[in-house]
């Protein structure tokens, strides 16, 4: 069974084999007979807030686990009430933001192709 639980950087370390790619975050985990396999939340860069998901290969199947984890993010997100910018690498991922009410954001240079996308509120 998939425990959905607040993230720690401990988690993060984890997740990313000790080099997670912000310094801190508020967020959630999808934890696996102990093993992280989803992480998601929002961090800091400069001033804007950074909406973030990834999850592992075996995380796929547990399609109502994500869906768990996603009304928990969003209710977070929801509750600060401040913009959130996310950067989608497919189009998958975008209509998967664009149902959680995030819309296309500004083309953003060195974006690597990602997509932007902005949650108002």
């Known amino acids: 069974m998939i425990e959905i639980r607040p993230a720690t950087m401990k988690d993060a370390h984890e997740y990313w084999d000790g080099n997670p790619p912000m310094r801190s975050m508020r967020g959630f985990v999808a934890v ?3 093993r992280v ?10 001033h804007a807030q950074i909406a973030f998901s990834e999850i592992k290969d075996e995380m796929k199947k547990y399609k109502k686990d994500i869906v768990r984890g996603t009304r928990r993010v969003m209710a ?3 509750e600060r009430g401040l913009a959130v910018w996310a950067t989608c690498g497919d189009e998958r991922s ?5 149902r959680c009410g995030f819309r296309p954001g500004p083309t ?3 974006s690597e192709g990602k997509k932007v996308m902005i949650w108002n509120g």
């Open 32 to 34: 696996l007979d102990g």
């Open 37 to 46: 396999i989803g992480i998601a939340g929002v961090y800091y860069n400069g």
């Open 76 to 78: 977070m997100i929801r």
């Open 94 to 98: 975008a209509r998967f933001v664009a």
């Open 108 to 110: 953003i240079p060195n």
